[in-house]
Nanobody, 123 residues
Framework: QVQLVETGGGLVQAGDSLRLSCTAS????????MGWFRQAPGKEREFVAA?????YYADSVKGRFIISRDSAKNTVYLLMNSLKPEDTAVYYC???????????????????WGQGTQVTISS
């Protein structure tokens, strides 16, 4: 069973940057699609970014966030720049074991989820 652990959340001011990390243990994840989702209070969980042989971004973060991975470290990163108060949420890392013509912007393909890390942006 793959375990995913997110780190890097915190409280920052609008305009600042944060880098989230998600480290997988229990299996080599180099062939997985890895995704980041977020959930703000009172809202549904939403897609943020994903990476396999390609990268995918929600329109709300495109141009500000960058997803990357270091397969040697079994870690995927989310660099978040120009943060806004509306980026405040719990951020979750997710792993999809099967690679194919799936919609990785939805939660469906993902088999495993981390516990989340809180990101709070003050105005």
């Amino acid at each position: 069973q793959v375990q995913l652990v997110e780190t890097g959340g915190g409280l920052v001011q609008a305009g600042d940057s944060l880098r989230l990390s998600c480290t997988a243990s229990g299996h080599t994840f180099s062939s997985y699609t890895m995704g980041w989702f977020r959930q703000a209070p009172g809202k549904e969980r939403e897609f943020v970014a994903a990476i396999n042989w390609n990268t995918y971004y929600a329109d709300s973060v495109k141009g500000r966030f960058i997803i990357s991975r270091d397969s040697a470290k079994n870690t995927v990163y989310l660099l978040m720049n120009s943060l806004k108060p509306e980026d405040t949420a719990v951020y979750y890392c997710a792993a999809a074991y099967e690679t194919g013509p799936y919609d990785y912007t939805g939660a469906g393909p993902y088999d495993n989820w981390g516990q989340g890390t809180q990101v709070t942006i003050s105005s």
